[in-house]
């Protein structure tokens, strides 16, 4: 079995600020599929596709891979059954633990997005997320490798961001990944093994956020 060690934990320092560097704008880069190393032409890579949050435009058909206006999920397709319904809504329930959404995770991934406002308080991470409402994603990979995770707070929301195996903490334990300061993971997935991405709040706080979970 894998070790689970993977980015470094960066959860010890407590974090002051907002994060307003970090806008739910924009996030949809880095979806486009052409890996090109070479000389193709760089209007190709722009990317500024303006997948904003409210704003809707044209990335819009559920199942295309990108989050649209009024998706809550796009996993790439339009099977339900998987996590992310045939019309793009989120299945199961991210505010239970254990339970949690049981998403199939195939390649290239799944986007979510969602608020911890006003859900319960189901869990927390080693580093934080003590008496804050959660959402816990139970991700089941299809295939084995290296998988990341990226989450976008949306606003003032200061999250704290957890990637381990199991939905609930383990008194005592460190998890794999664990930060309020640091919202790029990556997780050694292994095939048919699931693991959890648990978004909490520091010191309490909720709101919204994107999260991209992808090979
Ligand atoms: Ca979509
Ligand atoms: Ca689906």
Known sequence: MAALVLAPAVGAAACTNDFDQFSVAGTGGTTASSTSTSSSTSSNGGGGS???????????????????????????????G????????????????????????????????????????????????????????????????????????????DPVLVVRGVCQFVGGSTDPFCSDANFTATYPAVAGQPFHVIVSGFQGDSGAFTLHVYY
């Open 50 to 80: 303006g997948a904003t949050g409210g704003g809707g435009g044209s990335p819009g058909g559920c199942g295309d891979g990108v989050l649209g206006g009024t998706e809550s999920c796009d996993d790439g397709d339009t099977v339900a």
């Open 82 to 157: 998987d996590g992310c319904s045939g019309s793009c809504t989120t299945e199961g329930q991210p505010n239970q633990c254990p339970t949690g959404v049981g998403i199939d995770l195939s390649p290239p991934g799944i986007w979510l997005t969602d608020s911890t406002a006003g859900q319960n308080d189901v869990t927390r991470g080693s580093c934080g997320g003590n008496s804050a409402p959660d959402l816990a994603y139970e991700l089941t990979p299809s295939q084995s490798g290296t998988v990341h995770i990226d989450l976008v707070p949306a606003g003032n929301f």
